[in-house]
Every structure is written in C-alpha cells, then in structure tokens.
C-alpha cells in the first residue's frame, strides 16, 4: 500500500453547470484541478501530484468538463483500501474494463506535461519527474472534495503523511 | 529519449484529449484502411473517430470500428460501378 503526501481540496459543486463549467467566470472544472495541481506543487516544491482522489460526481464532473466521450468512465475504483495500490488496484480495474462496454480512464495529462511529440503525445522518460494524472474513486468521499498526492520516496521507514491543514476552500 | 511507441509497452493510448486509456480499447489501422473506414461509417451513419498515432498509424476506438459493416463493402463499390456504366 503507497504511503502519500497529500492535500484535499474543497468546491462547490453548484458552482458548475451541466458542460463543468464555472457559472461565474465559464472556467472548466479541469482547469480548476490544473489550478490545484499548482497549488500542491507550491505547497511542496519538490513534489508534483500524481495522484487524484475524488467519489464518482466529481469524476462525472471532470469527464464533463474535459469534453469527454460519453463512453468514457474517469477514474479507477480502490478495490484495496483508501489509498492507491499501483499494483492491484489497475491489475483489477483493467480486467473489469476488459469487458466493460464503457473506456476506463486511467488518468489525464498533468499540468506540468509541456514536452510533446508531433503527433500530440507526451514524451515520457525515466528520468520525468512528471507523469500523469491517475485518476482514483473514492465514494466515501464528500461532493465537492478531491484530494492530490504523491507517494512518499523510499516509505519503508515513513508514516503516511497527511498534511492537517486547515481544510481549504476554494475560492 | 524514450518516444511514444516505447511507452506502449505499458498498453496505455493517450487520447487528442488528454485522457489515458487501455490499449484494447482501440484498434490500430493502417491509413488506407483508416480512410475506408471513415467512409463506411459515413455512409452507414456510424460516428467514428481517427487519430493519427504516426505519418502511416492510425487507431480508432474498438467499440466503434466493430460496429461498421466492411461486408457490404465490395457490394457497394458493385453497385457503384454498374451505375457508372449506364
């Protein structure tokens, strides 16, 4: 089971309309998460969040503000607790969505992916500090809340980290 | 510096969107054959997407190539070249 550095992050819902977008100032709701995907870089500058918590409306919202296919289902269900298990928990949503008729998204491009191919596709290397997005449903989590962490380097010997912030609300 | 078809080792297709998904959720096309099936599907009314995955690759998504009828296709081309005759 990873052990993460986290940060949770608070909307409303309401805020968006059907397309996730904000009523206020028509920004998408995937901007909104770029916009946190700043903010936890801010928060812990050598970090990069790598993964996405949120319960399944606000996948929905995420889908919908990312203009995705309708067959498209955003984000992996946690078979295995309440934080990631990059070894079983894709192992088990990839043979659900083997034979699904509905696309599991794993994840989406980070805000930080800048280097692409000529063909639109990120160029990865081992040596990246960036990777995407994996998306991960949490459905005890609230409306109106998702969380972004990245594993902690080398756990063995660390306790999971939860930073207990103030829960902070966006504006 | 490790290209996009290295990456595909780990079965993952990166969407014009953005969104990361499984491999075997599309199919892998040459371009003369990404072209005939553009055609059927407009001619069958069937939605079907194509993204350039390289200058001669291209992939859809299964779900919806599966669903074009490529039978009648040498029906079609019959039926076009006798209406050309007359």
């Known amino acids: 089971m990873e052990k993460e550095l986290s940060e949770r992050y608070h909307f ?43 319960n399944a409306q606000t996948m929905r919202l995420l889908a919908l503000s990312n203009n995705a296919e309708p067959f498209m289902i955003y984000g992996m269900d946690l078979h295995l607790g309440h934080v990631f298990d990059p070894e079983g928990d894709p192992y088990i949503n990839k043979s659900i969505d083997e034979y699904s008729e509905n696309v599991l998204v794993y994840g989406i491009d980070s805000v930080y992916m ?40 080398d756990g063995d010997e660390s306790e999971p980290v939860t930073n207990d912030v103030p829960q902070k609300e966006y504006v | 510096m490790e290209t996009k078809q290295e990456n595909s080792e780990w079965g993952l297709v990166h969407t014009p969107n953005g969104e990361w998904i499984y491999d075997f959720n599309v199919v892998y096309v040459p371009k003369v054959m990404a072209g005939l099936a553009k055609v059927l599907a407009k001619k069958q009314n069937r939605k079907l997407t194509v993204h350039k995955e390289s200058d001669d690759l291209f992939w859809c998504y299964k779900h919806e190539f599966e669903a074009i009828d490529f039978d009648n296709f040498g029906a079609l081309a019959t039926k076009r070249n006798n209406e050309q005759k007359k």
């Open chain 1, 114 to 153: 800048t280097d692409f191919d000529e063909y639109g596709n990120p160029i990865l290397t081992e040596d990246s500090e960036v990777f995407p997005l994996t998306l991960l449903v949490d459905n005890t989590m609230r409306d109106g809340e998702l969380r972004l962490s990245t594993p902690t380097i």
């Open chain 1, 12 to 54: 409303n819902p309401a805020d968006f309309d059907e397309n996730g977008c904000r009523l206020t100032d028509g920004k998408t709701f995937r901007d909104v998460v770029k916009d946190l995907e700043h903010s936890f870089h801010k928060a812990h500058t050598t970090e990069y969040a790598l993964n996405m918590y949120a």
